[in-house]
């Protein structure tokens, strides 16, 4: 391996705060003009990384690549892809990695990947990495990676128990990951007890908590139920009877999440992950009241 190691970047400018985000690859051109033009509103703000989401069988691969290659020649931004256990062998899933590093990428988002359509429980691919663990040894085997894997503050919902999924979280961190991030949530506490227990169980690494704007909160309802988050009931109360007000609805969304993001940075967090879904305003909204601003 002659290619040199990831540069770390140094202690944030902005008040202290470091901020990243996520993307999904679009699917049609209107769709990528809005991912474009939310990748240009926030690079102002200097992110650590934005990351780039995979499909849970693999099916957005080449378009993940081609939003990862894009962000790297056409912005200064770090792009960190979404890579998967999920559909492929262990030599296949090497040798995409390989062909990141070869092309500039330093960073790599590795989870074990939801279950393909229709399959009910995830099983692991013959010949592949059977989870995020192995995942990340396997890329820790091939370069110098950063390495950002994903944690459950309510617990995974497939976990058999709390213990084990904080004992699977620690595994990965003994592999190599660099940090973990968060599952997003709306009940504070649970993260903030979720951050205790990691540090009683041994995790060093930074628990980074996964921040998503509500835009529409039926939306919100459903993603929270397949990966088993909370939704407290003053957050909900504060959406009834706006589904037919979408003003109003952006509004609250913002508040919402910046009481959040204000309780989090009041108890000592310092970096956030934003789930964009491809928009910028909320984020952008949210970035500028934690002091996260263009420089």
């Known amino acids: ?21 996520e993307f999904f690859p679009p699917n ?30 693999g099916s ?29 062998r262990r030599d296949e899933i090497l040798a995409i990695a390989r062909g990141y590093w070869d092309e500039g990428v330093r960073h790599i988002v590795a989870l074990r990947g939801d279950p393909p359509s229709g399959q009910a429980r995830y099983a692991p691919h013959p010949g592949g990495f059977a989870y995020a663990a192995d995942l990340v040894s396997g890329l820790r085997a091939v370069a110098d990676f ?19 999924d904080l004992a699977n979280l620690k595994a990965k961190i003994d592999a190599g990951a660099t940090r973990a991030i968060t599952q ?15 540090a009683a169980g041994g995790i060093a690494a930074p628990i980074v908590p996964g921040i998503l704007p ?3 909160f039926p939306q919100v309802l459903k ?13 909900s109360e504060r959406f009834e009877g706006l589904d037919d007000d979408p003003e109003t609805r952006r509004l ?25 879904l491809n928009r910028a305003e909320l984020t952008y909204a949210i970035c500028h009241a934690l002091g996260v601003r263009p420089r």
């Open 28 to 57: 049609d051109a209107d769709m990528e003009a809005t991912l474009w033009r939310s990748v240009q509103r926030l690079a102002p703000l200097a992110p650590r990384f934005v990351s780039v989401t995979y499909g849970a069988d």
């Open 146 to 164: 950063e390495i950002s894997v994903a944690a459950y503050p309510e617990g995974h919902p497939e976990a058999a128990s709390r213990e084990a």
């Open 184 to 198: 997003f949530f709306y009940d504070t506490d649970a993260y903030l007890r979720f951050r205790d227990r990691c």
């Open 60 to 88: 957005t691969r080449t378009r993940t690549h081609n939003i990862v290659a894009r962000i790297g020649s056409e912005t200064t931004l770090t792009g960190a892809p979404h890579l998967t256990c999920v559909g492929a």
């Open 214 to 216: 509500i835009t529409r």
């Open 252 to 276: 609250i969304a913002a508040s919402v999440a910046i009481e959040q993001v204000e309780r989090l940075r009041a108890h000592g967090v310092s970096e956030f992950h934003f789930y964009t």
């Open 223 to 235: 993603f929270a139920a397949r990966c088993g988050a909370s939704i407290p009931a003053r957050v």
């Open 1 to 21: 391996m002659s290619a040199p190691a990831p540069e770390r970047r140094s202690a944030p400018a902005n008040g202290g705060i470091a901020v990243s985000f």
